[in-house]
């Protein structure tokens, strides 16, 4: 089976690295300054066991590989950029390629399944960093992150069963399941504070405006029929942390876009899931609009992590 991970920042860098580190076929595609560092000199990946440098054959765009029957796509780009993803990437394949989606929210596999039929999801619990081209750190010991997988919309087959067993020959603990997307549905609820991180500090994720953002989408999940698997404080706790040498972990992943200075976060997919589903179900959602509004003014005014207070954003409800 070969890898072709597509989008090598913190979570698809993690993943394809470990993977080609233990031998696993793996290839990236990855563009811009990141792909060109990875080209040039590597992939530099920083885990507790320290730091190495893992020459991953990568590439900038779908259309330089051949794909073949034994190949699998891991989509791990941030959610709001999948569908210029698999804009690229459709022309070129077979609808019954397999497709796994590692990647925050609920939306990537529906996009998904209208372009193809094999579609997973994967409920990554990881603590990776990607801030600067060329360089992913990891703040999980082996066996500290997990990914369980599983088909969408439910159940599970070989396929969800190989990847596992490569992930945990990788030291990911994973397990082929049969309600992944009941899975992503908690982990959902925990990254609801993601934004509210970045804008407060990660102390702002414990605050009573990040209870009752959680506290919306459990109301939005319960007028929709929708159960999630665990709560977002059982989903947080399968993870165990680690520090490696030299760097620190800053936060989440919408901390890491901000101080990259990315164009975009991912609180459409987020926070805006919770309002849409809110939307169409008659049920108040004022948290999650007013982070959703937050997350596009962090990236407008370019405003640094961790500088609005908590209670500003408290007086704006």
Not at 13 to 31: H, K, N, P, S
Not at 173 to 187: E, G, I, L, Q
Not at 206 to 216: D, P, T
Not at 291 to 300: S, T
Request: net charge neutral; hydrophobic share 45%; with cysteine.
């Amino acid at each position: 089976m070969r890898y072709i991970v597509y989008g090598a920042g913190a979570i698809g860098g993690t993943l394809g690295a470990r993977l080609f580190e233990r031998g696993g076929d793996v290839v990236f595609i990855a563009r811009g300054d990141h792909g060109r560092a990875i080209a040039a000199n590597g992939l530099r990946f920083g885990s507790s066991a320290g730091w190495r440098t893992l020459r991953v054959p990568v590439v900038e765009h779908p259309a330089a590989l051949t794909f073949a029957a034994h190949d699998v796509v891991v989509l791990a780009m941030k959610s709001q950029d999948t569908t210029n993803a698999l804009d690229a990437l459709a022309p070129l394949t077979p609808v019954d390629l397999p497709i796994v989606c590692a990647q925050n929210g609920v939306e990537n596999e529906r996009r998904t399944l209208r372009r193809y039929a094999n579609v997973h999801g994967m409920c990554v619990m990881m603590a990776s960093v990607y801030l600067e081209p060329g360089v992913v750190h990891l703040h999980n010991p082996e066996f500290g992150a997990s990914c369980d997988i599983g088909r969408v919309p439910d159940g599970h087959d070989a396929l969800d069963s190989a990847i596992a067993a490569d992930l945990e020959a990788a030291g990911i603990r994973s397990r082929a399941c049969d309600d992944v997307m009941s899975r992503k549905y908690a982990k959902l609820t925990s990254n609801l504070t993601n934004v509210l991180e970045a804008a407060s500090g990660r102390a702002s994720s414990g605050s009573e405006l990040a209870n009752r953002a959680r506290s919306e989408a459990a109301a939005v999940f319960a007028a929709a029929g929708i159960v999630a698997a665990r709560g977002p404080a059982d989903v947080r706790a399968t993870m165990q942390f680690s520090d490696v040498e030299g760097v620190t972990r800053p936060g989440g992943s919408t901390v890491q876009s901000i101080l990259r200075g990315a164009p975009s976060v991912e609180v459409d997919d987020l926070n805006g899931e919770i309002v849409l589903l809110g939307r169409l179900h008659h049920v108040p959602t004022p948290v999650n609009v007013m982070l959703q509004q937050l997350g596009k003014r962090l990236v407008a005014e370019k405003t640094p992590a961790g500088s609005i207070p908590l209670a500003e954003l408290e007086r704006s409800l």
